[in-house]
């Protein structure tokens, strides 16, 4: 039995496994104009249905005192002020009902259903006046169809009708087998009334739609080439006049052109993207152009970090934005002649089981900032940040984590034997770590590629390091946050030095002297799992590893993956018919003859990023060449809802502690 042998955890007070059903966090803070209040979505989990539940909170900034707003059985959402903070639009879905569209006039706390919508309201923007409220809404379609059954006789049951695919995206992971239609733009009266579809025909839409200051036009970013569906990362920015439902192209050129806002005077639009250089991952860079789409220019080019959610200032002289830089999020402020202030930093994501970088903001009428802020020893709160000063709002887990003793994180230099190139990481010691003892090490290595890691809280990690070991995370070549050249080291070349880079944060941690070099256990998930794969086919040092939703077969996996028209075309130089040598060298596959190392392969049942049959033949291969391994599904999980469900999470941790366990020796 795979469970048999679980550690006790460290102390009654560490992180315990069912304390991930009792963990909160913030998300989506959004201040009100005048800066007085910040509506939230609290996120929280049912222990009776295991599943997380969204509730809509109001904080005054000058009390502190939290008022629920949309609080429940069921779920809510995208809190949107007015222009003049006297309402506040929100997503709301009763238990198993769709999701509406809501709006709650502040100085009576009523709040009333705008429609009765067909499908979920998504992308909120208010009008400048505060008359109108536009939505993006996916809007479906007739389904192709190919012949015809003959006539059902009356009463009859037969199976269901046959399913035609035609479209080159056909599946999503986290949403399935995807129906016929596409998003369209709606706008709809802000006192309710029949909403009315804007858009039609295919395209593909890029999110957060905007209105020109005069209200007589909507920016949105969309693909509408006739070819939009194998371009992957190509779209513009569309000017759409909401009177007559005519669109014009404003800006078109090669990569994405996403998250436009025009300037308070009208006379500039702001957006986020960059030249598609047909790379795997290229930081989005700030733009500006003129209002008729003119005059294109970058704005503070040196950056070299990946920006995004762009806002105007006031005054129309320079904008907020949220950055990644060396795996810590940031809200800065950047002036059109590129001058960079940050306003405030520690942000944290909504992801809480692994410390991945992220987070959210919004600014008031006056400048003062409202953020998602988190840490190392608690998820997202939050705070806000006002001339220089943060003051965090609330604290939602003190309860709980008040009466835990946590695993303490510290950084760890290290310098990567490829180059000597610094490679941020971090170790996580258990709680009571004693630095004269030696202690087993879990390396765990973060997916992606193209993503980071940071110093951040991780309930996973946490329960790793209450079972009694030191977690120890890098962010190698590959990783975000530190330059577009950074990331660009393993183009064409993955998995490569970045196993150089995590070998060298291995040795930093053992030669602090507090690691046993003999007890080295590694695991990861999607890119993280590849790397694992990879790691047991490169070296014997490690006693047992956990490969999770990994790849390991990339002629397979560029194939029948959801993203295969971003995937195939970019990660390679050429596709895999014309160069299958250069696929086969970089899957963990060639290499499964060198594997002795006990590996475990996770992965979920749903998964369409990294679909089950990956993680099924690294299995099958051990298992032919005799090597100790165990599968594990996960029932129902898609591949970035590997955690979702708290009660999975918690199995998921134990099964892989328990496989360490297992081989772990004296």
């Known amino acids: 039995m795979l469970g048999a042998g679980l550690p006790a955890f460290a102390a009654p007070m560490a992180f315990q496994p069912q304390d991930v059903f009792a963990l909160e966090y ?55 002020w007015s222009p003049d ?35 979920a309201p998504d992308d909120i923007a208010w009008s400048p006046d ?58 709809i009266s802000a006192e309710g009334g029949a909403p009315r579809e804007l858009t039609s025909g295919p395209s593909t839409g890029r999110g957060q739609i905007s209105w020109r200051p005069d209200g007589r036009a909507i920016l949105f970013s969309s ?22 439902g005519e669109a014009v192209s404003l800006v078109d050129r090669d990569g994405p052109s996403d998250e ?42 040196r950056l070299d970090r990946p920006v995004e959610h762009p806002v105007w200032a006031a005054d129309g002289k320079s904008l907020y934005a949220q950055i990644t830089d060396h795996a810590q999020t940031k809200v800065v402020r950047i002036d059109l002649d590129g001058h960079v202030d940050t306003l405030a930093s520690g942000l944290a994501g909504e992801g809480i089981d692994r410390p991945y970088t992220g987070g959210s903001y919004s600014v008031s009428a006056h400048g003062v900032v409202a953020f998602s802020a988190g840490g190392p020893n608690h998820p997202a709160d939050v705070a806000v940040a006002e001339a220089g000063r943060t003051t965090r709002l609330i604290s939602l887990n003190d309860n709980l984590l008040g009466a835990r003793v946590l695993a303490t994180l510290e950084p760890l230099a290290v310098k990567s034997s490829h180059d000597g190139a610094a490679i941020d990481a971090w170790m996580l010691t258990p709680p009571g770590f004693d630095s004269s003892k030696k202690y087993p090490m879990i390396l765990e290595v973060h997916g992606g590629p193209y993503s980071s890691y940071g110093p951040v809280w991780a309930s996973e ?9 030191v977690v120890v995370y890098a962010n190698p070549r590959g990783s975000t946050s530190y330059g577009d050249a950074f990331a660009d080291g393993i183009t064409y070349n993955y998995p490569g030095f970045d196993f150089d880079d995590l070998m060298s944060a291995v040795d930093a941690a053992i030669a602090k002297e507090s690691i046993d070099p003999n007890q080295l256990y590694v695991t990861g998930g999607s890119g993280g799992g590849l790397m694992t794969a990879w790691v047991v086919g490169k070296t014997h040092r490690f006693r047992a590893a956990v490969s999770q939703k990994p790849v390991i077969n990339w002629a397979s996996q560029c ?72 599968l594990v599904r996960v029932p129902g999980a898609s591949h970035h809802g590997l955690a979702l469900r708290p009660s999975q999470e918690a199995a998921e941790v134990s099964a892989i502690l328990a496989w360490f366990e297992r081989y772990k020796g004296d």
């Open 26 to 80: 913030a998300s989506d803070p959004q201040i009100r104009p005048d800066g007085s209040e910040v509506a939230y979505v609290r996120n929280t989990t049912d222990i009776m249905v295991d599943r997380e539940r969204r509730s809509l909170w109001l904080i005054d900034r000058r009390t502190g005192a939290q008022t629920p707003i949309a609080a429940g059985p069921g779920s809510s959402g995208r809190p949107h």
């Open 85 to 119: 903070g006297t309402r506040l639009a929100y997503v709301y879905a009763a238990e198993g009902e769709q999701p509406q569209l809501y709006v709650r006039w502040m100085s009576t706390g009523v709040s009333a259903r705008l429609a009765t919508l067909p499908q």
């Open 130 to 187: 505060g008359r109108t409220i536009a939505f993006t809404m996916f809007t479906p379609e007739t389904p192709p169809k190919l012949g015809a059954a003959p006539p059902k006789p009356e009463g009859a049951k037969w199976a269901d009708p046959l399913e035609v695919i035609t479209s080159v995206t056909y599946r999503a992971d986290g949403s399935g087998w995807l129906k016929a239609g596409h998003d369209q733009i709606y706008v």
């Open 223 to 244: 693909n509408q080439d006739k070819d939009w569906e194998r371009r992957f990362y190509r779209s513009s920015v569309y000017r759409l006049d909401p009177a007559t």
């Open 260 to 301: 436009p806002v025009m300037s308070p005077d009208g006379r500039l639009i702001a957006f986020v993207g960059f030249e598609d250089k047909h790379r795997p991952y290229q930081d989005e860079q700030l733009y500006v152009m003129d209002a008729d789409g003119k005059n294109v220019r970058a704005v503070a080019p």
């Open 461 to 469: 990690f946490q329960l790793y390091a209450a079972a009694g070991y």
């Open 559 to 630: 194939l029948t993956t959801d993203v295969y028209v971003g995937q195939c075309p970019y990660w390679f130089a050429k596709p895999v018919w014309e160069d299958e040598p250069a696929f086969w060298a970089h899957s963990p596959l060639s290499l499964v003859a060198n594997v002795t190392t006990p590996t475990l392969v996770l992965g979920g049942t749903e998964d369409h990023r990294t679909p089950p049959s990956e993680a099924e033949q690294f299995y099958a291969a051990l298992q032919l060449r005799g090597v100790p391994t165990a």
